[in-house]
């Protein structure tokens, strides 16, 4: 027996297990986070928060979601020019961990300044993570990967129903500043298993991509140290004027801005591989349905990730969570979503393999249909939910718990159909630059989903309570349409995939 299948895990390669847990970390500190933050950042300055208001403070949030995924972009570009894959990981763990404990200390400024540090650290963590997952496979062992894939996504899931239970409990009960720093410890224990067990990823992704000369290489290497430093300065003196006051930021147009500049490039990057890019028709009909699928994905994350913001606080201020005397922490049900998709993902994944032995597996536009459809649902049952709330008073948390198995279906449904579909569709020589398009509509997803949920505005909604069921019902509507005018274009979609499920 060799050593990789001595010190296997679950039947997979060691290296396996030191991803899973560094991930699994680093989704708790992340977690962590998104259960907190909006209820941080709204919370009365009596209560030790920030009292910024709902619309701004969901702004920033969705602002800060959005940089987290887009730059993955940039992380995963520096790790294949500069760090390799590995140390990129290591790096950005420790970037991260530093973020948690700049929020820490309890001051404004140290608590945006964590902002960016996460953002940064995630960007070069979590897009070259999955790459060195996917690496540990040889090319023709395909379904192991996939499996090792899934493996990988219990960590993150398992990550992410820890984390509310803990930072979530200790930010609420013990003050909002422990569960920063703990978030934090989190991701430091994954960066010291990360290099305790880092010799088991033996030396995939230990190095970046070689193209050139040696020469070549180094002095390609040395500009872009150069231009991280010259970045970084940049950065670094952006962020002084503005905590300083010097230059002052409205998060809600930057927010509006950040959404139309989105949308113009991926939609110039669109056009220009259309027209400007030497590819065959069938190539271009396929890259066509990338692009639609763009739209509807971005529609549903746009839905899907107001978890953290307006759903966390409809369970802070709608929800009534007493059991037996003591109420339960608001930030807890951000557990569920990560809870339903351990339960729910080997089930999924089963009834997919069993109806395309039957030959009845769904068309990918399908699949996008219905993820549309549940998480509308899911608002469907928001929106009764808050009218139960301006009729009769705090309501039960199970009305969230059934809007997010709801969401958590659709998640099922949507997200990693969209991944594999994108690297099917994609001619190969396109497939990372697909990838990281495919990454900004999930930014752009985000971002929007901090704009809408800015429209829940505690005092506006005291003024006029049927604000929030509207809402809710807009959002329903809007998403189960969008899912219906997939299913009507299904047919011509798939004629553009031609061989593509
Ligand atoms: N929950 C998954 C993760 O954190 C996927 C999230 C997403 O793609 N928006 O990795």
Not at 185 to 201: A, C, D, N, P, S
Not at 382 to 406: E, K
Request: charged share 15%; glycine share 10%.
């Amino acid at each position: 027996m060799n050593e990789s299948t001595d010190k296997a895990f679950l039947g997979h390669p060691r290296g396996l297990a030191t991803l899973f847990f560094t991930e699994m970390w680093e989704r708790f500190s992340y977690y962590g986070m998104r259960a907190i933050l909006i209820l941080y950042m709204t919370a009365a300055i009596a209560d030790g928060g920030m009292a910024i208001s709902d619309d701004e403070a969901a702004a920033i949030y969705g602002l800060y979601t959005m940089f987290v995924y887009l730059l993955a972009l940039p992380g995963g570009w520096l790790a294949d020019k500069l760090y390799g894959l590995q140390k990129a990981v290591f790096i950005g763990g420790i970037i991260i961990a530093l973020g948690h404990f700049s929020m820490a200390i309890p001051l404004d400024e140290t608590f945006f300044l964590g902002l960016v540090l996460i953002v940064l650290g995630t960007g070069l963590l979590k897009p070259n993570i999955s790459s060195i997952v996917g690496g540990l496979y040889p090319l023709h062992e395909s379904a192991r990967r996939d499996a090792g894939f899934s493996i990988f996504y219990m960590g993150i899931n398992l990550g992410g129903f820890i984390a509310p239970l803990i930072v979530g409990y200790l930010a609420e009960e013990i003050g909002w500043h422990w569960g920063f720093g703990a978030a934090g410890v989190g991701m430091l224990f994954g960066v010291i298993q990360y290099k305790m067990t880092q010799k088991y990823l033996g030396d995939v992704g230990a190095f970046p991509e070689r193209e050139g000369t040696e020469e070549q290489e180094k002095s390609m290497q040395k500009k872009i140290r150069v231009a991280v430093f010259i970045f970084t300065l940049a950065l670094a003196g952006l962020v002084l004027l503005v905590l300083l006051g010097v230059v002052t930021i409205n998060p809600i147009t930057i927010a509006s801005y950040s959404a139309a500049a989105i949308l113009t490039l991926v939609t110039i990057y669109f056009l220009y591989i259309f027209f400007f890019v030497q590819l065959s028709t069938e190539n271009k009909k396929k890259i066509g349905v990338i692009a639609i699928l763009f739209v509807f994905s971005a529609i549903f994350w746009s839905g899907f990730e107001q978890a953290g913001s307006s759903l966390n606080l409809f369970a802070a201020r709608y929800t009534d969570r007493v059991i037996m005397g003591w109420e339960m922490p608001a930030s807890w049900l951000q557990s569920v979503n990560s809870l339903f998709i351990i339960i729910l993902s080997p089930m999924f994944g089963a009834l997919w393999i069993n109806l395309a032995r039957r030959q009845m597996q769904p068309y990918t536009p399908v699949k996008f249909a219905l993820g549309l459809i549940f998480l509308g649902i899911g608002f469907g049952v928001m929106a009764l939910a808050s009218w139960y709330v301006i009729n009769a008073g705090d309501v039960l948390p199970t009305w969230l718990i059934l809007t997010y198995l709801f969401h958590t279906t659709g998640e099922l449904c949507l997200s990693p159909v969209g991944l594999s579909a994108v690297t099917k569709l994609a001619p190969k020589k396109l497939v990372g630059q697909m990838m990281g398009t495919w990454f900004m509509s999930i930014a752009l997803g985000n971002l929007v989903a901090g704009l809408v949920a800015g429209e829940i505005n505690e005092e506006e909604i005291a003024a006029n309570p049927d604000q929030l069921p509207d809402l809710f019902t807009n959002i329903t509507l809007f998403t189960v349409v969008a899912g219906f005018v997939l299913l009507i274009l299904y047919k011509p979609i798939k004629k553009l995939m031609q061989d593509i499920h």
